[in-house]
């Protein structure tokens, strides 16, 4: 079981940013698609980006062209650039990983592992 850890969270203003980070215990990266998750209050968990082991990027569509999703293997460490942050992107966010990701009628991607604690991000003036 790998573990991920997720810090970078905060309270911000709308229109600013926030970079995000997924710390993970063991060298994964080059193995499996990451990806970051979130959850809003009262909503279920979606999928917000993904990067595959040959640093593929997709996003979902509310954040396409706002958000960067990164990683840096030899740190093992993946990050989401937050950009034009909006209240709607108030959640909270976690990475995982995965094998494969379904971009259709809905974009997901069954995570592998447990989900760690989080990092709470809330827009708001």
């Known amino acids: 079981q790998v573990q991920l850890v997720e810090s970078g969270g905060g309270l911000v203003q709308p229109g600013g940013s926030l970079r995000l980070s997924c710390a993970a215990s063991?060298?994964?990266?080059?193995?499996?698609?990451m990806a970051w998750y979130r959850q809003a209050p009262g909503k279920q968990r979606e999928l917000v980006a993904h990067?595959?082991?040959?640093?593929?990027?997709d996003y979902a569509d509310s954040v396409k062209g706002r958000f960067t999703i990164s990683k840096d293997s030899a740190k093992n460490t993946m990050y989401l650039q937050m950009n034009s942050l909006k209240p709607e992107d108030t959640a909270v966010y976690y990475c995982n990983a995965g094998t494969s990701v379904y971009k259709g009628s809905t974009y997901r991607m069954n995570p592998l592992w447990s989900w760690g604690q989080g990092t709470q991000v809330t827009v708001s003036s």
């Open positions: 990067i595959t082991s040959g640093s593929t990027t």
């Open positions: 063991g060298s994964i990266f080059n193995n499996y698609i």
